[in-house]
């Protein structure tokens, strides 16, 4: 997001864990204040991995709340005593949805969060829409479908397909032991996802809008593009092991036609193009090791 914005010419004010507590009010109307903000990306999270603890865990359930609504407020609130115009960007997830079924979910299809993650992250959705209705602030949620980086940490599935074929492509052997091959995704690159959140912001009035690509695809994809890429045959190296995951998998594939009509945007990396940056990027890591 910073360097999307860097390059277009902003001035950007970073906030992560290390230099403000977000749960503080006081610190982030002042920060909003003297920053004297015309844009508000708010892409804090807290969630939990499918091969975590319960969701039942009641530190789970406080720390969701904390991040995903109670200082999302503070913000919303900031934003509303801040400079005139300001508008503020929420990153909400496709979670919000039930899913599974392959028809693409759009904003108006129904809500149904079945972990703490995703209540507390429609929770922040119906926070902005109170502060967009009520005060007219230019509130807008962006219902995120699957992105993917290399910044991704390694608890993430995407990350570890990456990893685990660059490294056995320079170390000749090796396994990955992944739950279900055969889960379909939505997968998109974050580059293309950055770019849409900032096209939200240009928009006069805040509002929902689905940011995905509209393409399934399945684990056993992802896994035999990234093995290609670097000469090899996943199935090979991949074990499915059905215990590895936590959680019931849950099919989620977005329509994302009301942020291509209104702000004009569309995904411009093809799924094997992210894939292989994804592998690329690992490599290069090896590579200085």
Known sequence: ?????????????????????????????????????????????????????SDADTELLK??????????????????????????????????????????????????????????????????????????????SGILFNHESPFR??????????????RIAKEGEGELVVGNLDAVVDWGAAEDFVDAMHRVLQLKQGGDFIIATGIPHTVSDFARVAFEHVGLDHRKYVRVSPGKIGKRPTTLIGN?????????????????????SLVDFELARLGHQ
């Open 63 to 140: 720390q969701s709340y904390v991040v995903n609504v109670m200082a999302l407020g503070y913000f919303l609130q900031a934003a509303l005593k801040g400079k005139e115009g300001c508008g503020i960007f929420y990153a909400s997830s496709s979670h919000v949805f039930s899913g599974g079924t392959m028809v693409p979910l759009n904003e108006e299809s129904p809500k149904q969060p079945a972990s703490i993650y995703a209540l507390t992250k429609l929770a922040g959705m119906q926070l902005c829409e109170f502060y967009r209705t009520h005060y007219g602030l230019k509130a807008s």
């Open 256 to 276: 994302p036609a009301k942020l291509m009509e209104t702000t004009g945007w569309k995904a411009t990396r093809a799924f094997h193009e992210m894939v292989a």
């Open 1 to 53: 997001m910073t360097e999307h914005l860097v390059v277009r010419g902003y001035e950007v004010i970073g906030v992560d864990r290390y230099n403000h507590d977000i749960s503080d009010s006081v610190q982030i109307q002042e920060l909003v204040h003297n920053a004297r903000a015309d844009e508000i990306y708010y892409l804090a999270a807290h969630h939990q991995s499918s091969e975590g603890k």
């Open 153 to 166: 940490r390694p608890g993430f599935l995407s990350k570890q397909i990456a990893m685990a074929a660059a």
